[in-house]
């Protein structure tokens, strides 16, 4: 069973940065993806940044040269770092797995992720 758990979010001004942190079990194997997703009331939850198992990434158009995501394998931690947050960046953040590759056109496709965990609110102002 793959357990996930977030930390990072906070409340930051426009401009500002935050690194949200989400630390997976060591059961996830060897290939998988792992995916940052956000939701705000009232809208379908949309990915923002995903990486698997070859290290490949994919990043909404949002995100794109704002977000850089990592994962370190040996810590069994991924890391999103958000730079030049946005007001409309203001979501609760889910941080998500699963245990295969996928094609990278479904990289953000919150459906395709089995694990999830708990979330974090981002607010920027």
């Known amino acids: 069973h793959v357990q996930l758990v977030e930390s990072g979010g906070g409340s930051v001004q426009a401009g500002g940065s935050l690194k949200l942190t989400c630390t997976d079990s060591?059961?996830?194997?060897?290939?998988?993806?792992m995916g940052w997703f956000r939701q705000v009331p009232g809208k379908d939850r949309e990915g923002v940044a995903a990486?698997?198992?070859?290290?490949?990434?994919g990043y909404a158009d949002s995100a794109k040269g704002r977000f850089t995501i990592s994962h370190d394998r040996a810590k069994n931690t991924l890391y999103l770092q958000m730079n030049s947050l946005k007001p409309e960046d203001t979501a609760y953040c889910y941080c998500?797995?699963?245990?295969?590759?996928?094609?990278?056109?479904?990289?953000?496709?919150?459906?395709?992720?089995?694990?999830w965990g708990q979330g974090t609110q981002v607010t920027v102002s």
């Open positions: 060591p059961t996830l194997g060897r290939s998988y993806c």
């Open positions: 998500a797995a699963d245990g295969s590759r996928l094609p990278p056109s479904q990289l953000l496709l919150s459906k395709k992720y089995t694990y």
């Open positions: 990486i698997d198992s070859d290290g490949d990434t």
